[in-house]
Nanobody, 122 residues
Framework: QVHLVESGGGLVQAGGSLRLSCAASGSISPRNAMAWYRQAPGKQRELVAA???????NYADSVKGRFTISTDNAKNTLYLQMNSLKPEDTAVYSC????????????????WGQGTQVTVSS
């Protein structure tokens, strides 16, 4: 496991942008799966975006074309660039790190950050 700390959340108007960062205490290179999740009040946690060490990415339909996930292995940091923010993007955003397992490369996340609040006003 690695210790993860998110930053970059805040209050922004609709249409604005934020970049979230997730700093790892150790090397993220062995963690070949990393992701951002979010949870809004009264709703279940949902996957926002994921990335593998091979560079493959996937996004929730609701954020495709607006959010970009990336990593900087030299800085042991995961990022989420969020553009064209909408009020429905308001949530606590958490990063996760893990490994791909099995024949189909299913990501199993075993390290989680504490979360950072993103609030989008209309």
């Amino acid at each position: 496991q690695v210790h993860l700390v998110e930053s970059g959340g805040g209050l922004v108007q609709a249409g604005g942008s934020l970049r979230l960062s997730c700093a790892a205490s150790g090397s993220i290179s062995p963690r070949n799966a990393m992701a951002w999740y979010r949870q809004a009040p009264g709703k279940q946690r949902e996957l926002v975006a994921a990335i593998t060490s091979g560079g493959s990415t996937n996004y929730a339909d609701s954020v495709k074309g607006r959010f970009t996930i990336s990593t900087d292995n030299a800085k042991n940091t995961l990022y989420l660039q969020m553009n064209s923010l909408k009020p429905e993007d308001t949530a606590v955003y958490s990063c996760a790190a893990g490994v791909l397992v099995g024949m189909h490369g299913t990501p199993i996340y075993d390290s989680w950050g504490q979360g950072t609040q993103v609030t989008v006003s209309s």
